[in-house]
T-cell receptor, first 115, second 113 residues
Framework: KAGVTQTPRYLIKTRGQQVTLSCSPI?????VSWYQQTPGQGLQFLFE???????NKGNFPGRFSGRQFSNSRSEMNVSTLELGDSALYLC??????????????FGPGTRLLVL | DAKTTQPPSMDCAEGRAANLPCNHS???????VYWYRQIHSQGPQYIIH???NNETNEMASLIITEDRKSSTLILPHATLRDTAVYYC??????????????FGQGTTLQVKP
C-alpha cells in the first residue's frame, strides 16, 4: 500500500504571497491531520479533517486554512505569508474511526521557505 | 492529554538494546502511550502504541509499568539507522481528541558504531 504523499516537497515563496500544499492519504484513510514543525516550536498540530469536515483545530491564526475533498485528499492554504511561516509542513492520515483506528501515519513533509 | 517527560538525549552502542524511558505520571485510564520517531528532516514514523499491556512488533517492544505512570521503548538490536528523535505521546481515543498528537521535545538517540 502506498504511504502518505505530499506535494510539493520543497517550496520557496516571498512574504505576502499565499501557498497551497497538498496531501494524499493512505488508501482507505478518511482522516487527515496537518502539523507544522519549526526549530523553535517543534511539531505543532494545525487541524484535522474527516469526511470533508474540520473536526479539530490547533492554535494557529486564520491565515492557516484547509479543506478535504470527497476522495479524502486534503489541501492546506497559508495566506499572507510571513517569515515565521518557514517550516516543515507535515500531513498525517488515519482510518479515522475509534477503537484503535486512530494511529496516524505521516508523509515526508513539504519544506516551505519564506523570503 | 497527559504530558510526557523524556531525557533529551541518549547514546547506544550498535547491536545493543536501546531502552528509551518516558514518564507520564498524569496519564488517565483511557489514554494510550504512542511512540514515534523522526529521522532527520523526514516525517515522523509510527513505532508502537499500547494501553496497559506490554506490546511488541517487528520494530520494538513497549513496556508499560503496572501503575501506567511510565513506559520504556526497547529497540532490541540498535543499528546506525535507528539514530533519530524518539517521541513518546499520550493520547486518548475518541471524540475531542481526534487527529491531534501533542509532541514534546523527544529523546535524541545516537547509535554509535
Amino acid at each position: 500500500k502506498a504511504g502518505v504523499t505530499q506535494t510539493p516537497r520543497y517550496l520557496i515563496k516571498t512574504r505576502g504571497q499565499q501557498v497551497t500544499l497538498s496531501c494524499s492519504p493512505i488508501s482507505g484513510h478518511r482522516s487527515v491531520s496537518w502539523y507544522q514543525q519549526t526549530p523553535g516550536q517543534g511539531l505543532q498540530f494545525l487541524f484535522e479533517y474527516f469526511s470533508e469536515t474540520q473536526r479539530n483545530k490547533g492554535n494557529f491564526p486564520g491565515r492557516f486554512s484547509g479543506r478535504q475533498f470527497s476522495n479524502s485528499r486534503s489541501e492546506m492554504n497559508v495566506s499572507t505569508l510571513e517569515l515565521g511561516d518557514s517550516a516543515l509542513y507535515l500531513c498525517a492520515s488515519s482510518l479515522g474511526g475509534s477503537g484503535g483506528k486512530e494511529t496516524q501515519y505521516f508523509g515526508p513533509g513539504t519544506r516551505l521557505l519564506v523570503l | 492529554d497527559a504530558k510526557t517527560t523524556q531525557p533529551p538525549s541518549m547514546d547506544c552502542a550498535e547491536g545493543r538494546a536501546a531502552n528509551l524511558p518516558c514518564n507520564h505520571s498524569t496519564i488517565s485510564g483511557n489514554e494510550y502511550v504512542y511512540w514515534y520517531r523522526q529521522i532527520h528532516s523526514q516525517g515522523p514514523q509510527y513505532i508502537i502504541h499500547g494501553l496497559k499491556n506490554n506490546e511488541t512488533n517487528e520494530m520494538a517492544s513497549l513496556i508499560i509499568t503496572e501503575d501506567r505512570k511510565s513506559s520504556t521503548l526497547i529497540l532490541p538490536h540498535a543499528t546506525l539507522r535507528d539514530t533519530a528523535v524518539y517521541y513518546c505521546i499520550v493520547r486518548s481515543h475518541g471524540s475531542g481528541n481526534t487527529g491531534k498528537l501533542i509532541f514534546g521535545q523527544g529523546t535524541t538517540l545516537q547509535v554509535k558504531p
